[in-house]
T-cell receptor, first 117, second 113 residues
Framework: DTGVSQDPRHKITKRGQNVTFRCDPI?????LYWYRQTLGQGPEFLTY????????KSRLLSDRFSAERPKGSFSTLEIQRTEQGDSAMYLC???????????????FGPGTRLTVL | GENVEQHPSTLSVQEGDSAVIKCTYS??????FPWYKQELGKRPQLIID?????GEKKDQRIAVTLNKTAKHFSLHITETQPEDSAVYFC????????????FGPGTSLSVIP
């Protein structure tokens, strides 16, 4: 499978615990995005990377959330001291680099469903 | 904050009829407007996109129109089939970041056989 993959697919944790999710983008894609999706809503932007550089982080994201893409390939999203309100589907997407005149399709992974008890 | 509005939130049509979903947005930094389809339990997938140098784009039974002056764009599905049943998301360019889109809240489309 050469698409975007995410691991784990499901995570159940207790409030206060830390969790880490992994995303493996399509190999030739330089941009990587993290989104959060709750029931009945569209994907909500969290952060994105161009290679290993984190270019933007949503102002809605608390300091408990951190993301890395150390070698410009896979990325991890960590949530510290989880809260029940963190329960959601966490989606990763990747895209090819865009020039000034173009923006490219984002390919989504299957998501990691987080449940905080 | 940035916001993309999408209407209706739910839509039910008879098989063979047309479906129209409308979105509005605020200022944008780029010219790229994609539409994604998400079937139950699956990942969002691009179905069509449009760049603002054109007003309309068609791909078989799917078409998208864009009015950049009025800041709204629409998805049209003709001759709907049961497999068109899904949630559809529009997305508009962020006004602050060239490389980012903002997703609408989605429209749940049901096609009744």
């Amino acid at each position: 499978d050469t698409g975007v993959s995410q691991d784990p697919r499901h995570k159940i944790t207790k409030r206060g615990q830390n969790v880490t999710f992994r995303c493996d983008p399509i190999s030739e894609h330089n941009r990587l995005y993290w989104y959060r999706q709750t029931l009945g809503q569209g994907p909500e932007f969290l952060t994105y990377f161009q290679n290993e550089a984190q270019l933007e982080k949503s102002r809605l994201l608390s300091d408990r959330f951190s993301a890395e893409r150390p070698k410009g390939s896979f990325s991890t999203l960590e949530i510290q001291r989880t809260e029940q309100g963190d329960s959601a589907m966490y989606l990763c997407a990747s895209s090819t680099p865009s020039g000034r005149a173009a923006y490219n399709e984002q390919f989504f992974g299957p998501g990691t469903r987080l449940t905080v008890l | 904050g940035e916001n993309v509005e999408q209407h209706p939130s739910t839509l039910s049509v008879q098989e063979g009829d047309s479906a129209v979903i409308k979105c509005t947005y605020s200022d944008s930094a780029s010219n790229y407007f994609p539409w994604y389809k998400q079937e139950l339990g699956k990942r969002p997938q691009l179905i069509i996109d449009i760049r603002s140098n054109v007003g309309e784009k068609k791909d078989q039974r799917i078409a998208v129109t864009l009015n950049k002056t009025a800041k709204h764009f629409s998805l049209h599905i003709t001759e709907t089939q049961p497999e068109d049943s899904a949630v559809y998301f529009c997305a508009a360019p962020s006004k602050t970041s060239y490389d980012k889109v903002i997703f609408g809240p989605g429209t749940s489309l049901s096609v009744i056989p």
